[in-house]
């Protein structure tokens, strides 16, 4: 049943991770044009529980797929990246997530890229980079409904977000080094068994 949803595209998991990216120009209409904070924070959270939704069938109907290991992450970022923009209007302390979030995903995307074409393999989503995600909705939410947020929480709610971006971005790394290397080992295993 998973080999049968690898190399698919259209499924369920990969159908709300394209609604979860269509949502994007409308909260950003919401909040920026029409300014209304209600609207956007519920699109927002609607936003989250399709990626909750879609890697619960994903996993849970063997509903895996190769394009929505890649898919499932960008909606993610993209969603993130766009809902920061929008804050760093009223709150500019978070420029400095948008600027960690960018060189963490592009480094991080490189290593991923370099691991598919090292190895043939994507790799998905691990337990850090969930976290992450949650603590980022969380945080966007919470700065989005509650607009005279104390600055001293605030930037400890940016700082504790930019750590959790930065760990992550180290387990990401070293989990695609690992998998070339091991790829290479293996590689070198077959090549020395069918010498001898």
Same mark, same amino acid.
């Given at each position: ?85 929008? $804050? @760093?209007?009223?709150?500019?302390? =978070? +420029?400095? !997530?948008?600027? %960690? /979030? ?6 991080? &995307? ?46 400890? $709610? @940016?700082?504790?977000?930019?750590? =959790? +971006?930065? !760990?992550?971005? %180290? /387990? ?6 690992? &998998? ?17």
């Amino acid at each position: 049943m998973k080999a049968l949803f690898k190399g698919k595209i259209l499924t369920i998991p990969n159908l709300l991770s394209l609604i979860r990216i269509l949502l994007i120009p409308l909260f950003v209409w919401l909040y920026l044009v029409e300014e209304n904070v209600p609207a956007t924070a519920v699109v927002l959270v609607l936003s989250g529980l399709t990626d909750a939704l879609d890697g619960f069938i994903a996993r849970h109907y063997h509903m895996v797929s190769d394009f929505g290991k890649a898919l499932d992450p960008f909606a993610d970022k993209l969603t993130q990246f766009a809902m920061l923009c929008c $804050l @760093v209007v009223r709150f500019p302390r =978070m +420029l400095w !997530l948008i600027i %960690v /979030l960018c060189v963490k995903e592009v480094l991080v &995307a490189s290593s991923q890229l370099l691991v598919i074409r090292k190895t043939e393999l994507v790799l998905g989503a691990e337990w850090h980079g969930k976290i992450t995600t949650i603590l980022l909705y969380a945080v966007m939410i919470l700065h989005l409904l509650w607009l005279d947020i104390p600055a001293t929480l605030s930037w400890s $709610l @940016v700082g504790l977000c930019i750590g =959790m +971006l930065l !760990l992550s971005g %180290v /387990l990401y790394g070293i989990r695609n080094y690992r &998998a070339i290397r091991d790829n290479q080992a293996k590689a070198k295993e077959e090549g020395a068994s069918s010498e001898a």
